[in-house]
């Protein structure tokens, strides 16, 4: 019985020293986040190349190898976030993540108009406002509205097959991002 406890109370020692372990680890860790990553590659609003299709740099290490990305980061301090792309590939998907990593809001160009790619990012404030006269440049555009004060687009294309690169590519470098 004696065993037992003491095997209990190793048990529970160990434990306790690696989540102290993990705990002290985060602010660490937490500074190589997506935010942080993209931070070092492009300054706000400006797109840049996450992922090749069958890519293997670094940064891409993990993603899927028939989709090409990019991503934006945008903040909605002074304006609204404006996000597009033309060009007829097979098959895009855009996601929207607060600075944490958190989905949003996502969407396809099966769910979109004309399966053009474009997407309008606000506060609830700026929503209105844009609401009361929206111009006609936004008369087809997806329409996000969130309390987040900054996040990140994320738009990945399939490539099905080499003979769809050089398209995939031309609507990926088409993709603007840009503060209104």
Known sequence: MLRLIYTVMLGL???????IAVL??????SAHDAWARLSERAS???VTKIAEAGGNDAFSKGADPLFASIACRFALGTGIAHFVAGGDVPFWSVSVYDR???NIYSFNDRTATDRKLDL???TPVQMVELRKE???EYAASIFVETEEREGIVVARAFVPDESWSGIVEAFLESAECRQE
Not at 13 to 19: D, E, L, P, Q
Not at 24 to 29: K, M, S, T
Request: net charge neutral.
């Open 44 to 46: 706000a609003f400006q």
């Open 24 to 29: 002290l680890l985060v602010p660490a860790y």
């Open 120 to 122: 309008v990012i606000a």
């Open 134 to 136: 929206l111009p006609d």
């Open 100 to 102: 944490r990593g958190q």
């Open 13 to 19: 020692v160990g434990a306790v020293v690696v989540h």
